[in-house]
């Protein structure tokens, strides 16, 4: 079930919002916990009701793994190898899991072309949601192991993995940060101030997915699935639309999660936070997917050791992280490249904090110090925004021609398409124009493809983004104006439902 849909918006929630504080009210308060399980299993199954025994097979093997780190037999032991081997084996598990359904075909497919077999390949279908509430539970493992979860409990463990508004995308969440939630007696009773937050944040998302993000997919399907025959404006408009597109539906998608929740009482863990601000690629991944850069920084980057083997191991550390976060992202040689292209990146950003910033500041001296900074923050971010841009091209491109035929497009090599109005103005490019159908009207500057790329910028470098929104919201008839029209606006264009693109994760 999609967040922007008919049948969530005006039944399920609605539906699971008055059942669950009408139980609490009641005093029923086990039944409203088992309600909002039993309407997140739902949920889930609304695709496909077949992947339900997945996801709960997944949680009872993890709960009992999770479980025997608190058993006397295992707590009280001084044998750390056997409390290590339970826990390699619960991941383990859980890896091949993710594994077979996510990888399985990739690693077929390759076997075939390198060794020039013939395996036949399986049709699997990835499940939903799979490698989010994998790495919650790997998370899960781990905590219990290290003695930081204190509370076992099977009804509260399956509501912590499968409460509906991260189960699909995120975030990917803390056993110790959701469970007191879910006991606490106040989360129980209807809050409006809560209910009305909520319900101003689930708008913003809706409307963030509806009104911008699918219209910026239109330009940037049409660009990806004709990359031979962009130009440079063309190529140019191609990547910013998926860039803002990726943008606004991933955090449209994380507003509405976190708006949703807050309505239950519930607080998510912040998982956006304007990542096209950051000053270079380490601030990027500090705003971006906030919660799956801790879980890569807390479970594997310290696994390998961290920083504390010195500045080489370091810079493979942060390489392989990366490398595995861009795997994760999916079962591509793209998205291994993507991943590869930000691990060196921030492996050069880390030498150059290291060796090269010190060395600079030393010439320049401290007087001169703070004017250097702000200039060098407007070349950090035109850097570091042309970087991300470039990176989400091998992203969301098929294949490595269709990327690097953007990116052709994108220097000029394809020649650049001016409209007739402006090609007279702008004659002295005429030795690098060439004719062909233009895929759309992108190379007319007034196109209104071009405000929305500028109205892009401005609102994610200019604006409040969500979560400054939500701090600073009072109810007022001015907020109630603003919900009601992006509200009503977003309902009135659900006629052409479209998945968010982190539900292809």
């Known amino acids: 079930m999609l967040f922007n849909s008919y049948e969530f918006i005006f039944l399920f929630l609605p539906v699971t919002l008055i059942l669950y504080f009408f139980l609490s009210k009641i005093k029923f308060l086990l039944a409203s916990k088992a309600w909002l399980v039993f309407t997140s299993l739902f949920f889930y199954s609304w695709w496909d009701i077949v992947y339900l025994p997945l996801i709960l097979g997944s949680i009872l093997f993890n709960f009992t793994i999770g479980s025997a780190f608190s058993h006397k037999t295992i707590k009280n032991t001084t044998c750390k190898s056997c409390k290590k081997s339970i826990l390699v084996f619960g991941i383990v598990t859980n890896l091949a899991l993710l594994g077979y359904f996510k990888y399985t075909n990739f690693f077929i497919s390759n076997i075939n072309s390198l060794f020039n077999a013939n ?19 790997i998370a899960y493992l781990v905590d219990t192991y290290k003695g930081e979860v204190k509370e076992m409990d099977y009804l509260n463990y399956t509501l912590f993995v499968t409460f509906f508004p991260h189960l699909l995308a995120g975030p990917i969440l803390h056993h110790k940060e959701m469970i007191p939630q879910f006991n606490n007696k106040k989360s129980k009773l209807l809050n409006y101030k809560n209910l009305s937050t909520g319900l101003f944040l689930f708008s913003i998302g809706l409307f963030k997915k509806v009104g911008i993000a699918d219209r910026f997919a239109e330009w940037a399907n049409i660009g990806f699935e004709n990359t031979e ?67 890569l920084r807390d479970y594997i ?29 999916g079962a591509s040689w793209m998205f291994i490249i993507w991943g590869s292209m930000h691990g060196a990146a921030i492996v050069i950003h880390r030498y150059w904090n290291d060796n090269l910033k010190p060395f600079f500041k030393t010439i320049i001296g401290k007087s001169k110090d703070d004017l250097f900074g702000q200039y060098t923050n407007i070349v950090a971010w035109f850097i570091t925004f042309n970087f991300i841009n470039l990176t989400w091209i091998f992203f969301r491109a098929k294949d490595l021609t269709k990327a690097t035929d953007i990116i052709s497009g994108m220097f000029g090599f394809n020649g650049i398409v001016l409209s007739e109005k402006y090609f007279v103005k702008f004659s002295f490019l005429r030795s690098f124009v060439i004719d062909h159908p233009k895929l759309f009207a992108v190379s007319a500057v007034e196109s209104n493809t071009i405000i929305y790329l500028l109205l892009g910028f401005i609102v994610v470098l200019m604006l409040q983004n969500s979560n400054e929104k939500t701090n600073c919201f009072r109810p007022s008839k001015i907020n109630l104006f603003f919900m009601l029209s992006i509200l009503i606006y977003s309902i009135f264009n659900l006629s052409t439902v479209s998945e968010f693109l982190y539900f292809n994760f």
């Not at 395996?119 to 539970?137: A, E, R, W, Y």
Request: hydrophobic content about 50%; cysteine-free.
């Open 119 to 137: 395996i036949l390949i399986p049709q699997i279908i990835l499940p939903l949601g799979i490698s989010f509430f994998t790495f919650t539970q």
């Open 229 to 295: 025959m962009l130009s440079f404006f063309e190529a140019w408009t191609t990547s910013l639309s998926y860039t803002f597109q990726l943008y606004f539906d991933f955090s449209g998608y994380t507003d509405m999660a976190l708006g949703v929740a807050l309505m239950f009482n519930i607080q998510l863990p912040v998982n956006f936070n304007s990542p096209y601000k950051a000053l270079n690629i380490q601030d990027f991944w500090r705003r971006w997917h906030i919660t799956l850069s801790r879980f």
């Open 301 to 329: 980057y310290i696994a390998l050791g961290g920083n504390r083997n010195g500045k080489l191991r370091t810079y493979i550390n942060l390489f392989t992280v990366f490398l595995i976060g861009g795997f994760w992202h």
